[in-house]
């Protein structure tokens, strides 16, 4: 299994777009964004660039893939600007009415009018299999700690005994039934999106945090492999946030994972607006 990131917060852009190939080629999450405000910034115009260029890498990714899923509709998750990738594929996606907060409904039903695949599907709790590869799905879990922010599908890809599990939006995990699913899988390679530690304190609670820094040492004793981006690499300290699960597992960016400089863009804005003056 062939697991590729495409586009992730350490490499620049709000992002978990990621490209897995087992005898079929996947796409998970193929879109990107920027955070609108940091700091009281705007993005800077490095930021705007490397969106480009994701956008730009993912877009040629999706054409040569055979199955697109989209695990919830924000936009560092679906594109509707780029409803051509969906052209000729099979679509696996967050259920559009069911589990779902009313904006993202509302952004669900605007983006499977314009998408064209050739088959698709509701993903949420479900299995499908492609030749030899098993792809499964976890009920809608929070995105977050609450239903506020709507509802996502985890996604597990097992090929030939291997298995990668892709949290989506979790921010933890700090909630049993985010984290129950990853367990009861054991994937060899996990990539999660992180505790939201940029906000600790302010939208994101110290008892969630320390929920998901325990959830996070019982993933990293059954995986190979444990990549956390996304929210936590928002945050220029995210290393020593994660310390005590460093002691079980390494962890890695999805930057590291690929081989690739980290680049916190994002977290960084403050001092590219200083250094790179606009």
């Known amino acids: 299994m062939k697991i590729l990131p495409l586009a992730f917060d350490s490499l620049g852009t709000r992002s978990m777009a990621t490209f897995v190939k087992t005898d079929i080629k996947i796409l998970i999450d193929p879109s990107a964004a920027l955070g609108p405000s940091r700091y009281g910034l705007p993005p800077h115009p490095l930021e705007v660039k490397r969106l480009e260029e994701h956008i730009a890498t993912i877009n040629r990714c999706a054409k040569k893939c055979d199955v697109l899923i989209v695990t919830h509709y924000h936009y560092d998750h ?15 996606v967050k259920h559009p009415k069911e589990k779902i907060n009313a904006s993202q409904k509302q952004r ?3 983006f499977l009018s314009l998408i064209k695949p050739k088959t ?8 499908f299999v492609f030749k030899n590869t098993r792809i499964k799905f976890s009920q809608p879990v929070f995105h977050g700690t ?6 996502v599908v985890e996604v597990c890809v097992e090929h030939e005994g291997e298995k990668f599990l892709h949290s989506s939006d979790v921010e933890g995990p700090s909630i049993k039934e985010q984290a129950d699913f990853i367990l009861h899988e054991k994937p060899n390679v996990v990539f999660i999106d992180g505790p939201m530690t940029y906000m600790l304190g302010y939208r994101y609670a110290g008892e969630s945090y320390e ?12 995986c190979d492999a444990l990549v956390l981006d996304h ?5 220029l300290k995210w290393r020593e946030r994660v310390k005590e699960v460093e002691k079980i597992r ?3 960016s999805a930057a590291e994972f690929a081989g690739k400089k980290e680049e916190l863009l994002e977290a960084r804005r403050k001092e590219l607006y200083e250094t790179e003056p606009v």
């Open 250 to 252: 390494h962890v890695m």
């Open 108 to 110: 669900a039903s605007y």
């Open 78 to 92: 679906h594109n509707p600007n780029a409803p051509e990738i969906f052209e000729g594929k099979t679509a696996l």
């Open 231 to 235: 929210h936590l690499l928002r945050d």
């Open 211 to 222: 929920e998901s820094i325990k959830n996070l040492k019982e993933i990293a004793k059954i």
């Open 146 to 151: 609450n239903p506020k922010l709507g509802y």
């Open 120 to 127: 698709l599907e509701y993903a949420d709790g479900r299995e």
